[in-house]
């Protein structure tokens, strides 16, 4: 479901709005939703631990580190903290 949004901007800017949207192909609404969209993104930070665990999970396999090895690691790092 898509609901409205309503946002005053200075004619001039939406108008210059308007024609790059329309060189890129889109409307401006695709262009606004976009930017929400990546604002959102870019300060999220559940979207950003998400994004860390997958890096992290990546380096984990090229250097062929498992599962089973990172749960030995963190009960050997606790069981030192006692």
Do not use: C, P
């Not at 200075?10 to 024609?19: F, R």
């Amino acid at each position: 479901m898509t609901t409205q949004l309503l946002v005053r901007i200075d004619s001039d800017i939406k108008n210059k709005l308007n024609l790059v949207a329309r060189r890129e192909g889109k409307t401006s609404s695709d262009v606004v939703r976009e930017l929400v969209s990546d604002y959102i993104n870019e300060r999220d930070m559940s979207a950003y631990i998400e994004d860390l665990w997958q890096r992290i999970s990546k380096q984990f396999k090229q250097h062929g580190i498992t599962e089973k090895d990172i749960k030995k690691a963190i009960k050997d790092v606790r069981r030192a903290n006692k």
